[in-house]
């Protein structure tokens, strides 16, 4: 362990979740930076799609449907927003650049009203 200074967690889950074939995509070194790029299609990203947890397998799923239908996808893990943000401006954009919109910039997306815990059951689609 590196971490000396903060707390760490290890987080286990009963959940199946899918292993990620590391073969095709990225190694996990770059989980000690709080987010790396898993998967990257040729030329700037499009789309970038950032996700951690059990939430990583739905991307990639949604990473190989985009790159079937021609979209210059990527996927990036981000297992600790707060590790990410204190890297260094050039490691942070050269994981979440896409090809420019006017207007676009970099920002830490912001949750929704009941992130973070499952809708109620009349709102859960399905």
């Given at each position: 362990?590196?971490?000396?200074?903060?707390?760490?967690?290890?987080?286990?889950?009963?959940?199946?979740?899918?292993?990620?074939?590391?073969?095709?995509?990225?190694?996990?070194?770059?989980?000690?930076?709080?987010?790396?790029?898993?998967?990257?299609?040729?030329?700037t990203?499009?789309?970038?799609?950032?996700?951690?947890?059990?939430?990583?397998?739905l991307?990639?799923?949604?990473y190989?449907?985009?790159?079937?239908?021609?979209?210059?996808?990527?996927?990036?893990?981000?297992?600790?927003?707060?590790?990410f943000?204190?890297?260094?401006?050039?490691?942070?954009?050269?994981s979440?650049?896409?090809?420019?919109?006017?207007?676009?910039?970099?920002?830490?997306?912001?949750p929704?009203?009941?992130?973070?815990?499952?809708?109620?059951?009349?709102?859960r689609?399905?």
């Open positions: 362990m590196e971490q000396r200074h903060e707390p760490v967690a290890l987080i286990l889950s009963r959940q199946n979740l899918l292993t990620q074939d590391r073969t095709k995509y990225a190694d996990a070194r770059g989980v000690e930076r709080g987010g790396y790029v898993l998967a990257d299609g040729a030329g990203a499009e789309v970038i799609l950032i996700a951690s947890g059990s939430e990583v397998a991307c990639i799923e949604a190989e449907r985009l790159r079937t239908e021609g979209v210059r996808a990527r996927v990036v893990s981000m297992p600790s927003w707060e590790l943000e204190r890297q260094s401006p050039a490691y942070r954009t050269a979440c650049r896409r090809r420019s919109r006017p207007g676009s910039r970099w920002s830490r997306p912001r929704s009203a009941g992130s973070g815990s499952s809708a109620p059951a009349e709102r689609s399905g």
